[in-house]
């Protein structure tokens, strides 16, 4: 079976869970198809088929620039006898290439532009875009995968004109070879933690999906033993980054032990910060699954994440860590408006719950270290990538048999 894997990410240019998620699928997948990724960037080597915006829109809306990608990819996925898309980014190559070759096409839902009005700070006029492409392919789509429950409830209520039958849903997953605890401490070192002391760790981008502003207030008045480490970067504006960075010296001034790395760590480095925490926090106000999540528990380090989308389908409440009830409301209004001021986001509810649950957690280590193995042992037994691809396979076995 030839394979078409279109993705924006792909190493060495990865930065989000849709990008962890492609990495380890595709090094899956190539196990049991005839594989070719096609991602951005420049170069071809091994199965990988770099493409890169068109030097003519340089400078041009982004969403202009990603649909010159997805002509390329389009245009080199000629003999292939099933696409497989990943974010929007990606997603009109595949219903081009649907089109034109008369194959097969299946999209993953990682998330869902409608669902994200602060992407219009990003892209402006190029929401609108980007929400075209989306509905286009996952309207016209052989085949959905939803990495959740939540998110394949999401899909259809973002998109009534798709059948249900299409939707389906095969989980996010781990390699628990790799993200497994490390006793190592040199990362630790190079950040100047004091090992003396319990850390909160946050990783993820600067955005306001991943809900950073609700941490930053949160953990002003946690126990003040802890120390604070955030793994935070690739702002998606320049606004967002100031607001963080605005936060951020605000909480230095309130308390000591306040780390910031800006910079995407190696992998290693952050297995061994999700090994330490003593407990790691997803602050999310919106998150189909939470593939980072998982990473934690995997390194054995308990969660305390907000009870919004998929991520109750991984962190079981209680057992391998904390949910906090997220109200979306204050996030986003229900006319699709963006939260442009760095007060508009404020939700004092929630923000207060993150405390209250971190503080339960750093004061209670017997229990901590409980979830963490609960967590680990969960990881392994339920989301393996190796199962992950096998259901994916099966899917594409499923759709080739009905054209």
Excluded at 149 to 165: H, K, T
Excluded at 241 to 249: G, H, K, M, S
Aim: charged share 25%.
């Amino acid at each position: 079976m030839r394979v078409g894997l279109l993705t924006r990410e792909y190493p060495p240019d990865v930065y989000g869970g849709a990008g962890v998620h492609v990495e380890f699928l595709a090094r899956q997948l190539a196990r049991l198809v005839d594989l070719d990724v096609h991602c951005w960037g420049e170069g071809r080597a091994d199965g990988v088929l770099r493409h890169r915006p068109w030097p003519a829109l340089d400078g041009a809306n982004d969403a202009l620039r990603t649909f010159s990608v997805d002509l390329a990819m389009a245009a080199a996925l000629e003999g292939r006898e099933l696409v497989h898309s990943h974010t929007w980014y990606a997603d009109l190559g595949g219903h081009l290439a649907k089109l034109l070759y008369g194959i097969p096409h299946v999209v993953t839902a990682h998330s869902l532009e409608p669902l994200r009005p602060w992407k219009a700070e990003q892209l402006g006029g190029g929401y609108a875009l980007s929400g075209w492409a989306e509905r286009t392919a996952f309207e016209a789509a052989d085949a959905v995968i939803a990495v959740s429950r939540a998110m394949r409830e999401d899909v259809l209520g973002c998109y009534p004109a798709l059948e249900a039958s299409r939707v389906h849903v095969v989980h996010n997953g781990i390699d628990t070879t790799l993200y497994r605890p490390d006793p190592g401490t040199d990362a630790l070192d190079r950040v100047g933690l004091d090992r003396s002391r319990p850390y909160v760790l946050f990783v993820g981008r600067i955005t306001r999906q991943k809900g950073v502003p609700h941490l930053l207030r949160a953990v002003r008045d946690i126990d003040p033993a802890a120390q604070v480490v955030l793994c935070a970067g690739a702002p998606d504006t320049p606004e967002i980054d100031q607001e963080f960075r605005d936060l951020f010296a605000e909480l230095s001034r309130a308390r000591e032990g306040v780390h910031w790395i800006p910079r995407m760590l190696p992998r290693p480095e952050v297995i061994q910060l999700l090994t330490h925490a003593a407990v790691f926090v997803c602050p999310s106000v919106y998150e189909p699954l939470g593939i980072v999540n998982l990473e934690a528990m995997a390194c054995g380090t308990p969660v305390v994440a907000s009870d919004v989308g998929g991520i109750p389908e991984v962190v079981a409440d209680g057992e391998t860590g904390v949910l906090v009830p997220k109200d979306a409301a204050p996030d986003a209004d229900p006319g699709g408006g963006v939260d442009n001021g760095p007060d508009n986001g404020r939700d004092d509810d929630f923000e207060a719950g993150l405390a209250r649950a971190l503080d339960s957690v750093l004061g209670d280590p017997e229990a901590a270290r409980r979830m963490g193995e609960a967590g680990r042992e969960r990881a392994v037994e339920e989301f393996g990538w190796d199962a992950v691809a096998r259901r994916t396979v099966r899917l594409y076995e499923e759709i080739l048999k009905q054209t």
